[in-house]
């Protein structure tokens, strides 16, 4: 019987992300829009879609080796798993997400204190008690089923609510007045599994690769032709990994210059480039970028 390794991805707003980001690594990943478990690429592994919110529960049980989940999910439930790695990116963007403290605009409420007494709507039930325990402030936390920003202020007198951007809880005339919570999406594994040499290294290597694929989000690769009498200006302008790769042309008075830059800054350093003497600049994207 061929070695298998059982591995969760988060079903539901980090699903088309997350399969997108194995896509990068080198797993294609297919199934129906209502199936659960997935057809991989790759005959080692079984992929389950689990809601994030449960991830942790089914690897500490060991149930699924290895877990894509959140943060913030790992310590509601409180699981004894173990993070392999940290893998930042949500559904809109490559950063960690808060759960905050809202309330309607208008509403008198205006810190943590001001919420003796009140009643808090939230999913994330265990971490809001611990946090108003922390601040010394006694108030009901009820658990929201959803559509947890429409609860204020008739059905609430606040909410401890999930958010990237804040646009959402804007849209619903809510302020924010105080950050509960941050988090990331983490890799977390069975700890009776990473005992298991092979699973370990199974484990090991697509965290490398996914943990490359993300880098890559926000890396490119940069290559162009640059004359040798002008190559040190040129150079002096690259931040790089590493020392960029400088390799001779037919043409002996040129040389091509190829590196990989955070793709944030290429459009200010292109310009730079361009004046320093570099011609045929070429930015090109990439799948993978594996650090040292």
Partial sequence: MAKLIKIGLPKGSLEEKTKELFRKAGYVIKGTERSYFPDVDDEE???????????????????IDVGITGSDWVKENGSDVATIAELAYSKKGLKKVRWVLAVPSDSKIKSVQ?????????ELVKASK??????????VVEFSWGATEAKPPELADA?????????????????????????????????????????????????????GALMAEIMVGLKMNVPRNKLGGVLKILPALQKP?????????W????????????????????????????????????PD
């Fill in 130 to 139: 611990e946090y108003l325990k922390a601040n010394k402030v006694n108030a």
């Fill in 245 to 253: 790769t400088v390799s001779p042309l037919s043409d002996e008075t």
């Fill in 45 to 63: 592994m079984e992929v389950i879609l689990v809601r994030a919110q449960e991830m942790s529960r089914y690897v500490e049980q060991g149930v």
């Fill in 159 to 211: 909410i401890i609510e999930i958010t990237e951007t804040g646009s959402s809880l804007k849209a619903n005339n809510l302020k924010i007045i105080d950050t509960v919570l941050e988090s990331t999406t983490v890799i977390i594994a069975n700890k009776s599994s990473l005992k298991d040499p092979w699973k370990n290294e199974k484990i090991d290597n697509v965290t490398l690769l996914l943990k």
């Fill in 255 to 290: 040389v091509d210059v190829d590196t990989i830059i955070e793709e944030k800054i290429v459009r200010e350093i292109i310009p730079k480039l361009k004046k320093a003497g570099a011609s045929g600049i070429v930015e090109y994207p990439l799948n993978k970028v594996i």
């Fill in 114 to 122: 001001d919420l003796e007494g009140k009643r808090i709507a939230t």
